[in-house]
């Protein structure tokens, strides 16, 4: 019976992949930048777009709670709207997003009904890893797909945990990429589970299968990573106990819907924040941004390379801290040894801390960052590949990268050369690099830059207001 088991979910595996190939083709656009040299200022007040992460988790919290959950600062990117979508397919009725306010009629722990087609998740590894351990305990069957860019990320280091718990989940390839089948009907069991990486996605998507596991389900981590999903469903009355490094929670609870206001996404701030801290005379506040004890590493980086950053202003909101954060340009940044305990504090920051390490004087040395090669795109060959074009010397690793800072003590010229950088469509590099156009000689032409609306769909508007001009062209 196991054997004939696996033989349907394999069927149904492969006919949902040749019935949707069409969709894997879905973004053919390829957008992008030119940034011209010559930006004189990068000045103002900024409210950057709400958190991907807390946003993604919104709705899924609040389409399984009982009752009516209100959200306030949703960010309206593709990512979360694909999540948004997903739950829609799965028969919870949600209203707006309307200037980032959304409503979400929850259907309880047993409500979800089975999608009519293979669940879409566009570019959202979140999406993806954290729905596999909600979707593993529903009682249907569901596929996951999502673009080009998702199809190769690795999702076994979801899949295998959650098959320790009995449910029956397929991935596809060698490599283990989408689509992701689930078969429906299993009964999972609560598993001790020692994360082998720092990885906030697979704790996340452990845990919500907790939520229906019997008995206790409990995750030792090697480093802390962020902790929304924690916060979270302590905000929705589930009771989840952090010991050290060791999270746990009992299966069989509810979730009861409440408000929640989604803080700014410090992700998207560290673009500014890095952009601010190596142009002369630069004066930006970034407000209401999350500052998550978890999220922080960019700030704490940031200071050690000696930026002029300040945290005003810091206050609680819909269970997470926020601040106002103040960056000047006053002084050339110093290269350092990235501390590894701020690495998974910053671990999506790092694109961006790149640029500031190719503006500082002397040399910065990363270590213990391996999961930038499994990112949207290999982060660290992609940002190594750019840097070098424009003119930096720099040396990837395994697990970091060495970089040869331009920078000297007092002198505010330009750093980079311009050329043609490839994002290999990650919006994060395509950020990253946008930020070098105030340090640079020559023009900066940066390729598949469509998918920065996935995160930061206002960044060329923010950022042209701050006095760095972005040319937009398909």
Request: charged letters at 20%.
């Amino acid at each position: 019976m196991g054997v004939l088991g696996h033989a349907q979910a394999a069927r149904q595996h492969f006919n949902h992949m040749l019935a949707n190939k069409p969709l894997m083709e879905k973004n053919k656009v390829t957008q992008q930048f030119t940034i011209l040299p010559g930006a004189k200022t990068f000045q103002g007040k900024f409210t950057v777009p709400g958190d991907k992460s807390v946003s993604h988790r919104s709705i899924m919290f609040g389409a399984i709670a009982e009752g009516t959950t209100r959200v306030t600062g949703f960010l309206e990117g593709e990512d979360a709207l694909a999540t948004l979508q997903a739950f829609r397919d799965m028969g919870v009725s949600i209203e707006g997003p309307k200037n980032g306010e959304v409503t979400i009629h929850g259907v309880g722990m047993h409500g979800l009904k089975a999608p009519a087609s293979a669940l879409y998740m566009g570019n959202s590894g979140t999406s993806m890893r954290l729905l596999s351990g909600m979707l593993s305990a529903q009682k249907f069957d569901s596929v996951m797909t999502g673009d080009a860019s998702l199809s190769k990320r690795p999702m076994e280091r979801i899949a295998q945990p959650l098959r320790a718990m009995g449910a029956q989940i397929q991935t596809t390839g060698e490599r283990g990429t989408p689509p992701v089948s689930m078969m429906g009907g299993q009964h999972l069991q609560g598993i001790h589970y020692d994360l082998p990486m720092a990885s906030a996605q697979v704790k996340s998507g452990i845990l919500l299968a907790g939520l229906w596991a019997k008995g206790e389900t409990s995750i030792t981590e090697p480093e802390p990573t962020r902790d929304h999903s924690e916060r979270m469903l302590r905000a929705f009355g589930y009771d989840v106990k952090t010991e050290g490094n060791r999270i746990s929670l009992q299966g069989g609870g509810k979730l009861i819907g409440t408000d929640i206001q989604v803080p700014s996404d410090i992700s998207s701030a560290a673009f500014f924040m890095v952009g601010a801290a190596i142009t002369e005379g630069s004066d930006i506040t970034l407000e209401a941004v999350g500052i998550n004890p978890t999220r922080t590493g960019v700030i704490e980086i940031l200071k050690q390379m000696g930026a002029d950053l300040t945290v005003e202003n810091e206050r609680i909101a819909g269970g997470e801290p926020i601040a106002d954060i103040r960056i000047k340009g006053t002084r050339t940044l110093k290269g350092i040894h990235m501390p590894e305990d701020q690495v998974p504090l910053a671990i999506d920051e790092f694109p961006a801390l790149f640029i500031a390490a190719a503006c500082a004087e002397g040399q910065t040395i990363l270590t213990g960052a391996a999961e930038l090669r499994v990112k949207e795109s290999d982060r660290i060959q992609v940002m190594a590949d750019g840097l070098k074009t424009m003119g930096i010397d720099c040396t990837p690793t395994d697990d970091g990268i060495v970089i040869e800072g331009q920078g000297k003590a007092g002198d505010w010229s330009a750093i980079f050369t311009g050329g043609e950088i490839e994002s290999h469509h990650d919006h994060r590099i395509a950020m990253s690099f946008s930020m070098a156009g105030l340090r640079t000689s020559g023009a900066i032409k940066i390729v598949g830059t469509e998918t920065v609306a996935t995160s930061f769909p206002t960044f060329t508007e923010l950022t042209n207001q701050a006095g760095l001009t972005i040319q937009v062209s398909e």
